[in-house]
C-alpha cells in the first residue's frame, strides 16, 4: 500500500496527524498492557509464594514434631520429598520436570538436611549470602542455574532453619507466553490503530482538500464554487459552510461593485458623451448663437458630471471611515434656517408647502460643511420625490444629549423595495433621476458624526437623522490633524 | 496686472493663461516650483496662482519658502484636493484663497479680483451701489428701480447687492451660495436659479431693459 502512496503523501497533515496519534495510542496501550502483565504476574506469584509459606509451615510441623532420633532425617526427608513432587506435576497430572523444589534444614550443631536437585554448596552459599525474614519469600540467584527461585524461611529454634525454594517454571512458561501475546496484541491494535486513524484522518482531510479546490477555483474567477456541506455539524462541515457564507457576501459585493461600476459608466459616460457631441455639433454650427447655446449646455453637463465625481468620493470617504471631521461648535438652527430659506422658493415653486419648526438655538459639535450637505442632500430628496403639492415638514430640536433633524412629507413615500436599503450606494427608485448617492451621505456622515439616520414611511416618507450633541473624537484618528496644524505652524 | 501661474498640467496652464490673458492681465507661466521661485523672487507680480501638485516640489513648500523670501503678492491655490484639511493647510501655509479644480473661469476671475483688492490700498466702504437706473442703500437696505421702490426679502438684497457689487462680472452658482448664504456647497438642482428668477421678477419686470441676465452654463452677471 505505502508504496502506491506518492512522497507527497509523507508531508500530508492526514500523515502527520496518524503518525503521532498512532504514537500516543501506542504509548498509551503499552502502558495499559504493561500494568496488566505486572498484575497478572503478581498473582501467579502470589499462588507459587502462598503454597511455599503453606508447605515450609507444614515442614517446620513435621521437623518439631518428629523426635530427634535418627529416624528424624529420613522422616522430613520423606515429607520434602512428598512436598517437593506436590508441584511436580502440572495441571494435567503429568510430571514436569521443569518445576524444580529444594528443601534444606539447617541446624547450629548438625550438617544441612539437603532435599533438591544437583549439589546442596550452592544453594547453602546463596541463602547465607542473604538473610531472609521468616514467612517472606523472596526471589534467590542460585550459581549454576539461571532462573532465580522463590524461597521461604522458617525459623524453628535458634540456629536452626527450615528453607523452601521453588522454581515454577509452568508460571514462567505461562507469563512469558502471556507476555508474548500481549506484545503481539499490542502491535496488531497499534496497527489497526494506525490504519482507522489515517482512513478517517483522509476522509477529513480529503473534505479539507475540496475547500482548497474551491478556493482554488475562485482564485481563476469562479465564483460560483461551492463546497458540499454534509449534514454533520462537525469542524470541517463549520467551515465549509463559513467558507460558503463569505463566498455568498463576496460574490454579493462583487455583484454590488458591478453595479456600481455599471452606474458609474452611466453616471460619468452618459454626461461625457454628451458633452463631446455637443461641442461637436456647437464646433461645426454655423449660427454664433446656436454654438453658444450648446457650448454652454456642455458646461452644464460637464458641472454635473463634476457634482457626482465630487459626491462619490466624499461618500467612498464618509463610508470608508476615512473622512476627518473638522468638528465646530455650530448653531444647527442658525444653519438650518439659513438652508431651509434658501430651499423654501424652490418648495414653493413646485407647488410644495414647506412648514419648518426650528428651536431657538441648538448648538452642536458638527462639521459644517458635511453637515450642511447632508441638510441639502435632504431638501433636494424632498424637490425630486414629495410630488406636487405636497407638503413638507421639518423639525430640528434637541434635548440634553442629541439633536434630532426630522424631514417628512405626505407624497407618495418610499417604494417598498427600496426602504430596507435606501441609505446604501446607488439605491434609488425606478422613478429617480438622482445618482443614488444623497441618500447614502447622509447615512454616512450622520454615522461619521456617531449618530444615525432612519427612514420609514409614515404617510408620506419620513427620515429621522440624530446626531449627538458632542463629538467625541475617542478612537478617531483624524483629529490628530488639527494638532499637528498647530505644531507645524504655531 | 502681472500674474504668476505655477502649474504642472500643460492644458491647463494654457488655458488659463488664455483666460487671463483676454482679461487683461500679463501672464508668466511656468511648470516648475524651481522655475516658478526664480521668476517670483524678482518680486514684479501683482499675485500668483499656484496649483498643490508640482512635480518637483510640494505647492505648499513652494508657498512657504516664497513667503520666507519676502515675497508677499497674493496667492490662489489651485487644487484637486477637495477636503477641508487641504484648504485649511493651503490657507496656514501662507496661501490667501483655495479654488479646487474643476472650477469655472468667472470664479477664478472674481477670487483674483478680490485677493488684488485685498493687497491694494483698502478702498473706503461704500453705503451706495447704483447700475443703470439701479439704486441700492445699504444703510437702510432700500432699493430703488427707478422711481419704483423694491420691496425685497433680506435674501433678495443680499442677493442683488451681490449682483450689484459684481457688475458687468459673472458669478456662478458657486459663488452666489458662497457669498449670499455663505454655503461652499455644489448643487446639482436650480435651487440658485429660483432665488434669480424671482429677483429679476421683482427688479426687471416693469423695467425696458433687463439687468440680470443669465449666461447659460456660467452663472449670471447684472449689467446695463
Known amino acids: 500500500m505505502f508504496s502506491r502512496i506518492s512522497g507527497s503523501f509523507y508531508r500530508t497533515a492526514a500523515w502527520r496527524l496518524t503518525l503521532r496519534s498512532t504514537i500516543v495510542f501506542a504509548a498509551g496501550s503499552a502502558a495499559v498492557f504493561a500494568v496488566m502483565f505486572v498484575l497478572v504476574a503478581q498473582a501467579v506469584r502470589e499462588r507459587s509464594d502462598s503454597w511455599l509459606i503453606g508447605e515450609s509451615e507444614t515442614l517446620k510441623q513435621v521437623t518439631l514434631s518428629t523426635p530427634e532420633d535418627s529416624l528424624h532425617d529420613r522422616i522430613v526427608e520423606e515429607v520434602a520429598e512428598l512436598a517437593t513432587q506436590e508441584v511436580g506435576y502440572d495441571a494435567a497430572g503429568h510430571k514436569s520436570s521443569n518445576n524444580i523444589v529444594f528443601f534444606v534444614q539447617t541446624s547450629a550443631h548438625q550438617p544441612p538436611l539437603w532435599v533438591g536437585p544437583g549439589d546442596s554448596a550452592d544453594f547453602l552459599e546463596a541463602l547465607d549470602r542473604q538473610h531472609l525474614q521468616e514467612r517472606t519469600p523472596v526471589s534467590l540467584k542460585v550459581a549454576g542455574w539461571s532462573f532465580p527461585f522463590r524461597v521461604v524461611a522458617a525459623d524453628m529454634s535458634p540456629g536452626s532453619r527450615v528453607y523452601l525454594g521453588l522454581h515454577d517454571s509452568q508460571a514462567t512458561t505461562l507469563l512469558s507466553r502471556l507476555l508474548l501475546r500481549f506484545i503481539l496484541g499490542w502491535l496488531a491494535m497499534v496497527g489497526i490503530g494506525f490504519f482507522i486513524a489515517l482512513l478517517g484522518l483522509r476522509r477529513m482531510l480529503h473534505r479539507v482538500d475540496a475547500i482548497t479546490t474551491a478556493a482554488a477555483n475562485i482564485g481563476t474567477g469562479d465564483l460560483s464554487s461551492r463546497v458540499a456541506a454534509g449534514t454533520q455539524n462537525d469542524e470541517v462541515a463549520r467551515l465549509a459552510r463559513t467558507f460558503n457564507n463569505m463566498l455568498d457576501r463576496i460574490s454579493a459585493s462583487v455583484n454590488q461593485l458591478r453595479t456600481l461600476t455599471d452606474s458609474v459608466a452611466h453616471d460619468l459616460k452618459s454626461p461625457i458623451t454628451s458633452v463631446r457631441g455637443t461641442l461637436e455639433v456647437a464646433l461645426s454650427a454655423e449660427d454664433e448663437n446656436f454654438s453658444r447655446e450648446l457650448v454652454a449646455s456642455a458646461i452644464e453637463n460637464l458641472d454635473r458630471l463634476s457634482n457626482v465625481i465630487t459626491t462619490s468620493l466624499d461618500l467612498a470617504e464618509a463610508e470608508g471611515g476615512a473622512l476627518r471631521l473638522h468638528v465646530e461648535m455650530i448653531d444647527l438652527a442658525e444653519l438650518s434656517s439659513r438652508v431651509f430659506e434658501l430651499y423654501a422658493p424652490a418648495f414653493t415653486e413646485r407647488g410644495q408647502s414647506f412648514e419648518v419648526s426650528v428651536a431657538p438655538v441648538v448648538r452642536a459639535e458638527v462639521d459644517l460643511r458635511l453637515y450642511t450637505r447632508l441638510l441639502t442632500n435632504l431638501m433636494e430628496n424632498e424637490l425630486r420625490y414629495a410630488g406636487e403639492a405636497a407638503c413638507i415638514r421639518v423639525t430640528l430640536d434637541a434635548d440634553d444629549t442629541r439633536v434630532r433633524l426630522c424631514v417628512s412629507d405626505n407624497g407618495p413615500g418610499f417604494p417598498p423595495t427600496l426602504l430596507g436599503n435606501l441609505f446604501q450606494r446607488f439605491a434609488r427608485g425606478s422613478e429617480s433621476q438622482g445618482h443614488g448617492l444623497g441618500m447614502a451621505f447622509v447615512s454616512a456622515v450622520a454615522q461619521a458624526h456617531q449618530g444615525s439616520a432612519t427612514a420609514r414611511n409614515n404617510n408620506g416618507a419620513q427620515i429621522v437623522v440624530e446626531i449627538p450633541l458632542r463629538y467625541s473624537p475617542l478612537n478617531h484618528a483624524g483629529e490628530s490633524a488639527p494638532a499637528a496644524f498647530q505644531e507645524a505652524f504655531g | ?224
Open chain 2, 1 to 224: 496686472m502681472r500674474l504668476l501661474v505655477v502649474e504642472d498640467d500643460d492644458t491647463i496652464r494654457d488655458f488659463l493663461t488664455r483666460a487671463l490673458s483676454e482679461s487683461g492681465f500679463r501672464i508668466d507661466a511656468c511648470a516648475l516650483a524651481s522655475e516658478a521661485e526664480a521668476l517670483a523672487v524678482e518680486g514684479v507680480h501683482d499675485a500668483m496662482i499656484i496649483d498643490l501638485t508640482l512635480p518637483d516640489l510640494d505647492g505648499l513648500q513652494l508657498i512657504q519658502r516664497l513667503r520666507a523670501q519676502g515675497v508677499t503678492a497674493p496667492v490662489l491655490i489651485l487644487s484637486a484636493r477637495r477636503s477641508v484639511d487641504e484648504r485649511v493647510l493651503g490657507l496656514e501655509s501662507g496661501g490667501d484663497d483655495y479654488l479646487t479644480k474643476p472650477f469655472a473661469v468667472a470664479e477664478l476671475l472674481a477670487r483674483l479680483r478680490a485677493l488684488l483688492r485685498r493687497s491694494s490700498a483698502h478702498q473706503p466702504e461704500t453705503t451706495r451701489l447704483r447700475v443703470a437706473d439701479l439704486e441700492l442703500d445699504l444703510i437702510r437696505r432700500e432699493a430703488r428701480r427707478g422711481d419704483l421702490e423694491l420691496v425685497l426679502t433680506q435674501q433678495e438684497f443680499a442677493l442683488l447687492e451681490y449682483l450689484c457689487r459684481n457688475a458687468g462680472r459673472v458669478v456662478t452658482r458657486a459663488m452666489v451660495l458662497d457669498h449670499v448664504w455663505k454655503m461652499r456647497i455644489d448643487t446639482s438642482t436650480n435651487i440658485v436659479d429660483v432665488h434669480i428668477h424671482r429677483l429679476r421678477n421683482k427688479v426687471d419686470r416693469e423695467a425696458v431693459r433687463p439687468l440680470i441676465r443669465t449666461m447659460r452654463g456660467v452663472g449670471y452677471v447684472l449689467k446695463d
